[in-house]
């Protein structure tokens, strides 16, 4: 049974606590920027929050690298890097069948902003479908933390990837010179095709 769940989790991005609303706004501006594209320039900063001049824009970067949120190069456009102390967020990558394996997609289908939580950037999330872990304490609709590695213990709960990219969410077995993944439902049967490890689970959060 997985101890590890977070209930009542809330998905929001907190407001730093040494920055006024509008120097939230322009960080938080600024790393969806990143995660999703570029850097945005002084004139995409200003037009995105309102302000009149660039200069304004400056300012405010001033101040957020003053306090450690982020350094930028001077005279260069795009030059904005976040700093480790920046809060950012776990892209949801897929919907994970924890029942019948299913086809996986590679689109983002939005993120959790819980980054402060699970420091390495090595960690993604994927929405689990299905009842086949539910003796693992794994239910429909939660969300299921993964560790990017390739490989996993005998009994850890893994995502894999199956032949003609279907994925998966089980428990690895090693058994009588056998690997396989075992589901924790007995209505579910063990799935023995070949298969690899995208990762392994580390946490699963769920939003009442």
């Known amino acids: 049974m997985i101890s590890t769940q977070m209930c009542g989790i809330v998905f929001n991005m907190k407001a730093k606590a040494d920055l006024t609303p509008k120097q939230n706004q322009v960080l938080k501006f600024i ?19 309102g302000f009149s001049s660039t200069g304004t824009v400056r ?3 001033d101040i957020l690298q003053k306090k450690g949120y982020l350094k930028r190069a001077n005279n ?5 890097e ?7 967020k776990i892209p949801i990558i897929a919907t994970i069948p924890a029942g019948g394996p299913d086809l996986a997609y590679e689109d983002i289908q939005g993120y959790i902003e819980t980054r402060d939580l699970f420091p390495s ?5 994927l929405r689990v479908r299905g009842d086949s872990m539910i003796e693992a304490g794994i239910m429909q609709g939660d969300i299921a933390v993964i560790r990017k590695q390739a490989v996993a213990a005998n009994g850890e709960i893994v995502a894999a990837l199956l032949e003609n990219n279907e994925v998966t969410l089980k428990r690895l077995r090693h058994r009588n010179n056998q690997t396989y993944l075992e589901a924790a439902n007995k209505n579910y049967p063990p799935i023995h095709k070949d298969f690899s490890i995208m ?3 580390i946490t699963i959060l769920r939003k009442y």
């Open 31 to 49: 790393q969806q920027r990143i995660e999703t594209q570029i850097p945005p320039t002084l004139r995409e900063i200003a037009k995105e929050l």
């Open 59 to 61: 300012d405010y970067l």
């Open 76 to 80: 260069k456009s795009r030059a904005i």
């Open 82 to 88: 976040l700093l480790k102390n920046t809060p950012s």
């Open 121 to 125: 950037r090595d960690v993604f999330a």
């Open 199 to 201: 990762g392994k689970l």
